[in-house]
């Protein structure tokens, strides 16, 4: 019998994490790397990994993640809207604990364009009289 996948995508800012769950032992794996490994802050590992701990299903399921664009703290965050979406689809009871921590919802901000005459967004040149 073939194993069961369950598949869920995250983002934030520009980055994308695309989230596999399966049965298992636990084994997290981030673009085929141990998180600890792949982040270097321990508050990005933790902040990645939330959903498990949310739910209490950190030893109980293999993650396997792929995830690119943008730096570490948006990957951070595709990466936890990523699993969140994929217990989901494990099991529909844990909509509860998952929205009440605000896991479900996508970061929807990010960078603002430049604007021409403007040094960056909404910086503008140096102002001088004379």
Do not use: C
């Not at 069961?4 to 995508?9: D, F, I």
């Not at 990994?49 to 664009?69: A, S």
């Not at 217990?87 to 901000?109: F, H, T």
């Amino acid at each position: 019998m073939a194993e069961v996948n369950h598949y869920g995508t995250g983002r934030r800012k520009t980055s994308i994490a695309r989230v596999w769950i399966r049965p298992g032992d636990g084994k997290v794996s981030i673009n085929n790397r141990e998180p600890d490994e792949y982040f270097p802050r321990e508050s990005w590992v933790v902040h990645a990994l939330e959903p498990l701990t949310t739910t209490n299903t950190k030893g109980k399921y293999n993650v396997l993640i792929k995830v690119k664009g943008g730096g570490l703290t948006g990957q951070s965050g595709a990466v936890r809207h990523g699993i969140a979406r994929a217990l989901l689809q494990v099991d529909d009871s844990l909509r509860q604990p998952l929205k009440a921590a605000g896991q479900l919802r996508r970061d929807s901000r990010m960078v603002e364009r430049k604007k021409y005459g403007l040094k960056k967004a909404r910086k503008g040149p140096q102002f001088s009289k004379r």
